[in-house]
T-cell receptor
Framework: ETGVTQSPTHLIKTRGQQVTLRCSSQSGHNTVSWYQQALGQGPQFIFQ???????GRGNFPPRFSGLQFPNYSSELNVNALELDDSALYLC?????????????FGPGTRLLVL | TQLLEQSPQFLSIQEGENLTVYCNSS?????LQWYRQEPGEGPVLLVT?????EVKKLKRLTFQFGDARKDSSLHITAAQPGDTGLYLCAGLLRSGYALNFGKGTSLLVTP
């Protein structure tokens, strides 16, 4: 069984640039959620994708967008980067319909915006 | 808005001591998950609790879900340096799909 993988592991961008982060879900999972974790904080929900459509969204502006592909992998895109976007971005996969819908996390992508 | 309040925020103890971490909310959760996170890595699932009053044990770790499904606790017996890390609780609301995380408890166990 393959776990959740994310790429790249680290990324440095400048203010105003755009970034794309990638996630491959755990085999057998059909739902992907993205979280932002600022230093010293717990993860904050960005959005979730199920069946290639956004299934729910947290309190993040529209410049945060995403995609889910037929193989259930996903991308997180952030436009017009701001300094406060510097954080660890976490992807989690789960199986919708399971009794517990436990989410399993990838190792994260560390984004630094200068 | 932080739905889950974790306490304590920081904990530094010596090897062999016992400790309890608390996770409290005024909201009812359909399930609650505990994770441990190492610096620069993703959270690793420890346990999921679903039923009010449920108690689960994972070696020296004991997890309890409150009867009303609004709170949870994690108790570690005879802590070891390998237990060092950030412990996060996260709840799934009845009508939700997003995990609502606490801010975490940073645990340091020294030999």
């Amino acid at each position: 069984e393959t776990g959740v993988t994310q790429s790249p592991t680290h990324l440095i961008k400048t203010r105003g640039q755009q970034v794309t982060l990638r996630c491959s879900s755990q085999s057998g999972h059909n739902t992907v959620s993205w979280y932002q974790q600022a230093l010293g904080q717990g993860p904050q929900f960005i959005f979730q994708y199920y069946r290639e459509e956004e299934n729910g969204r947290g309190n993040f502006p529209p410049r945060f967008s995403g995609l889910q592909f037929p193989n259930y992998s996903s991308e997180l895109n952030v436009n017009a980067l701001e300094l406060d976007d510097s954080a660890l971005y976490l992807c989690a996969s789960s199986f919708a319909g399971a009794s517990q819908e436990t989410q399993y996390f990838g190792p994260g992508t560390r984004l630094l915006v200068l | 808005t932080q739905l889950l309040e974790q306490s304590p925020q920081f904990l530094s103890i010596q090897e062999g001591e016992n400790l309890t971490v608390y996770c409290n909310s005024s909201s009812v959760f359909s399930s609650l998950q505990w994770y441990r996170q190492e610096p620069g890595e993703g959270p690793v699932l420890l346990v999921t609790v679903v039923t009010g009053g449920e108690v689960k044990k994972l070696k020296r770790l004991t997890f309890q879900f409150g009867d009303a499904r609004k709170d949870s606790s994690l108790h570690i017996t005879a802590a070891q340096p390998g237990d060092t890390g950030l412990y996060l609780c996260a709840g799934l609301l009845r009508s939700g799909y997003a995990l609502n995380f606490g801010k975490g408890t940073s645990l340091l166990v020294t030999p």
